[in-house]
Nanobody
């Protein structure tokens, strides 16, 4: 059984930092693309792919987080991390970990979380940034 367990969410003030972790099990972690999605409050909020990292270490960042967030993975610990610096109130969201055998960008964009066809998804961790 595939499990993705996120941790590290918290309430912080604007300008602060957090590091999210996602511990994975039930699949060959080193061969999977891993990533972080977020969905803010509201029924029409976008399910945004924040960042992803491929099996070979190639990374993607949404424009909204470039230069502030860093994704990394430790294949010896089956864990993917998201270091979030210079946090802004608009970063407030539930952050979900995802795993995929194909690039996460191929699942497209929308308001449905998780995106259709994306099978491996964590329960999420809340990040709240106050101004």
């Amino acid at each position: 059984e595939v499990q993705l367990v996120e941790s590290g969410g918290d309430s912080v003030e604007a300008g602060g930092s957090l590091r999210l972790s996602c511990l994975a099990s039930g699949f060959t972690f080193g061969q999977a693309e891993m990533g972080w999605y977020r969905q803010g409050p509201g029924d029409s909020a976008e399910c945004e792919l924040v960042s992803s990292i491929s099996a070979d270490g190639s990374t993607y960042y949404a424009d909204s987080v470039k230069g502030r967030f860093t994704i990394s993975r430790d294949n010896t610990k089956n864990t993917v991390y998201l270091q979030m610096n210079t946090l802004k109130p608009e970063d407030t969201a539930v952050y979900h970990c995802a795993a995929s055998p194909i690039p996460l960008l191929e699942y497209g964009f929308g308001t449905t979380c998780p995106p259709p066809r994306l099978q491996h998804w964590g329960q999420g961790t809340q990040v709240t940034v106050s101004s």
